[in-house]
C-alpha cells in the first residue's frame, strides 16, 4: 500500500529470497566465496550455517546466478526425507530415468551412478544443494555420504551443499557423523550483520527498489540493530512494518515513535521480543562453540583481532562533531559550485577553470559522472564528489566531499575544510553527486567472455591485481569462464548486477578500486583488494 506513496518500484523488504536485493557485507561475501570454492572443488560437501533469516538460502540463489555453464544442479527444499524418498526426489531434480514404481534403494542408486558417469563422460558436474538440511536424519545424511563415494581415479562425481540452521553443525559434529563431517571441504557460518552495516543494508534495498533518499534516519539505525540483533529477515519485517505506519500517518519518513510502534506490532510487545532473542542469541553462542570446536580439529585457523588492535580502539577518544554543515558566511553562496569543482580538480592535481566541468575533465584523460545514489555507493567508489546539500534554513549549496570514514564526513565547503557526523551527512545531502574518473585504456567499451586482445590483457592485470596477486603479461589471454566468475565476484563487491561482462559501469568501479594514483576518500579503503 506504500509503494507510490513513497515512490518505490516494488517492495523493498520483501522477506522473499532475491538475489538482486542481496546485501553484500562481508560475511556475505565470504559465504558466496565458500560456495564458489566449493562447486569447483570437484567433490564432497560444503556447509554453510545460519541463524535463521541470516540470507542464507538469498547468497544461495546468487551462486544458482554464477554456476558454470558446466554445472548440472539439483535443488532439495523439503529434505523431511527417508532415505527412499531422498533418493526418488535426485532422481526427479536431476532427471534421471529410474523403473516405474520403484523403491528398491540400489536401484535408485545403480541409477543415479549411472547418469553422473555419463555426465562425466560429456564433461558435466552435478550440484546437489539441499536447503533446511537441519531436518535431515542421521541415516539420510550416512546416504549421502556414501552417494559421495560416486567417483572416477580423478575425482568425486557428485558435488553436495548444505545449508541449514546452527543446529545443522551440532548434528554433524556427532561421533557417529565423523566420516560425513570429514568429507567437508569447506564450511562457514553466516552471522548477523554488524550495527554498522544496518544503514547500508536498509539503504541498500530502498535503492534497489527505486527510492535513494533515506526513509529511515541514520539515528534510528542503533535502535534497529537492537531490535533485529542484526538478522536480516527481521529488519526486513520491521522496515516493512515502519513504513507502512508511516504511510498512515503521512510521515515523509520513519520516525522513532513509528518504529517503537512497528516493533510492538511485529513482537506483540517490547519484553515478548527480548524473550525470542534470547532463544536466538543463545542459539548463534552455541552454534559458534561448536563451529569453533570444528575448526580446531580440523587444523583451520580464523583471524582474530589483536590485543592491540582492541586497546588501540578503546583508548581511542570519540571527538563531538558538529550537526550541521553550513557554507561559510564569509564566502558568497552564488561561488559554491564554481568553489566545489575548484575543489574537485584539485584533489585531482589539475585546475579548474569556472565552465563546463566535463568537458575539462575529458581534456585531463578523466570522465565526469553525475548521479543519484547513497553512502554505500559513495564508499565503493571511493573517489572525492561534488554534492548538492541543504542546510536547516533550506538553502542550498555544493560542497566537495573529500574523506569519508565509519563516523564522519569530510568537506571542502568554500575555502574551509570542515568534518561533520555521518547523520548530519545524511540529513542534509539530496542524493546528487558528481566525481571524475579515470577512464582505463581500452578501445571497446564493453567487453564480454570471449574477447581477447589488449583491452582483456588490462582486465587481467587489473583482477590480479584486486586479488593481491602478479599480473601474468600473456598477449594473448582470452576472456574466458575463470575471468568471468572473477568479474562476476567483484560486481556483487560493488553492487552490481553480476552480468559477467565488463561494461562502462563496471571498469568506472574497476578504475577506482584499482587506480592507486588517484585521490581517494579513504585511503586504507582503497588499498584493500
Given amino acids: 500500500m506504500y509503494q507510490s506513496y513513497f515512490g518505490l518500484a516494488e517492495e523493498p523488504f520483501s522477506i522473499a529470497p532475491d538475489p538482486r536485493y542481496l546485501y553484500m557485507s562481508q560475511r556475505h561475501q565470504e559465504a558466496l566465496a565458500h560456495l564458489l570454492y566449493g562447486v569447483n572443488a570437484g567433490g564432497g560437501f560444503v556447509l554453510l550455517t545460519g541463524e535463521v533469516g541470516a540470507g542464507k538460502t538469498t547468497v544461495c540463489r546468487c551462486l544458482l546466478e554464477q554456476i558454470p555453464e558446466s554445472c548440472d544442479v539439483a535443488y532439495i527444499f523439503n529434505p523431511k526425507l527417508t532415505v527412499e524418498e531422498l533418493l526418488s526426489t535426485i532422481c526427479a531434480e536431476s532427471g534421471i530415468t529410474c523403473p516405474p514404481g520403484n523403491t528398491s534403494v540400489k536401484v535408485y542408486i545403480d541409477c543415479i551412478n549411472a547418469y553422473l558417469l555419463d555426465a562425466h563422460a560429456r564433461g558435466r558436474h552435478t550440484v546437489l544443494i539441499i536447503d533446511e538440511a537441519q531436518n535431515l536424519s542421521a541415516d539420510v545424511l550416512e546416504q549421502l555420504r556414501l552417494l559421495t563415494n560416486l567417483e572416477t581415479n580423478r575425482r568425486k562425481l557428485l558435488q553436495i551443499i548444505l545449508l541449514g540452521q546452527p543446529e545443522l553443525a551440532v548434528m554433524l559434529a556427532r561421533p557417529e ?28 534495498r530502498l535503492g534497489i527498489a527505486g527510492v535513494l533518499r533515506p526513509l529511515f534516519p541514520l539515528s534510528l539505525m542503533g535502535k534497529l540493530y537492537r531490535l533485529s540483533g542484526g538478522i536480516p529477515r527481521i529488519i526486513n519485517v520491521l522496515c516493512d512494518r515502519a ?4 504511510y498512515a500517518q503521512s510521515k515523509e519518513r520513519v520516525d522513532g515513535a513509528t518504529l517503537k510502534q512497528a516493533a510492538r506490532e511485529v513482537f506483540h510487545n517490547p519484553m515478548a521480543q527480548r524473550r525470542m532473542m534470547r532463544p536466538l542469541l543463545a542459539g548463534l553462542l552455541l552454534a559458534g562453540a561448536v563451529l569453533a570446536a570444528a575448526i580446531y580439529q580440523s587444523g583451520e585457523q580464523t583471524p582474530a583481532q589483536s590485543k592491540a588492535e582492541v586497546e588501540t580502539a578503546a583508548a581511542r577518544p570519540a571527538a563531538t562533531l558538529p550537526d550541521v554543515l553550513e557554507w561559510p558566511a564569509s564566502y558568497p553562496l552564488s561561488r559554491s559550485e564554481e568553489m566545489a569543482y575548484a575543489a574537485l580538480f584539485k584533489a585531482w592535481g589539475a585546475e579548474y577553470r569556472n565552465g563546463n566541468e566535463c568537458s575539462q575533465a575529458e581534456a585531463l584523460g578523466l570522465r565526469c559522472l553525475s548521479a543519484r545514489g547513497g553512502l554505500d555507493e559513495l564508499r565503493r567508489l571511493n573517489l572525492p564528489a561534488v554534492l548538492l546539500m541543504q542546510d536547516k534554513q533550506g538553502q542550498k549549496f555544493n560542497a566537495t566531499l573529500t574523506s569519508l570514514d565509519e563516523r564522519s564526513a569530510t568537506f571542502a565547503a568554500g575555502a574551509e575544510t570542515r568534518a561533520v557526523s ?15 574518473w579515470r577512464m582505463p585504456p581500452v578501445a571497446n567499451k564493453k567487453l564480454r567472455p570471449g574477447d581477447s586482445g589488449p583491452d582483456v590483457e588490462w582486465l587481467g592485470k587489473q583482477l590480479a591485481q584486486l586479488d593481491g596477486k602478479a599480473a601474468q603479461a600473456t598477449a594473448d589471454q582470452v576472456f574466458d569462464a575463470t575471468m568471468m566468475r572473477q568479474v562476476k565476484q567483484f560486481q556483487l563487491s560493488q553492487g552490481l548486477i553480476p552480468d559477467g561482462s565488463v561494461g562502462p559501469q563496471t571498469m568506472m568501479h574497476l578504475s577506482s578500486v584499482a587506480d592507486a594514483t588517484a585521490p581517494k576518500l579513504n585511503r586504507a579503503q582503497g588499498a584493500k583488494p
Avoid at 555521518?422 to 571524475?436: D, K, P, R
Fill in 422 to 436: 555521518l547523520a548530519a551527512f545524511a540529513e542534509q545531502w539530496s542524493g546528487h553527486y558528481t566525481l571524475l
Fill in 177 to 204: 557423523l565423523r566420516q560425513l563431517a570429514q568429507r567437508i571441504i569447506a564450511r562457514y557460518h553466516l552471522g548477523p550483520l554488524g550495527k554498522q552495516e544496518i544503514a547500508s543494508y536498509v539503504q541498500h
Fill in 243 to 246: 513504513l507502512l505506519g508511516a
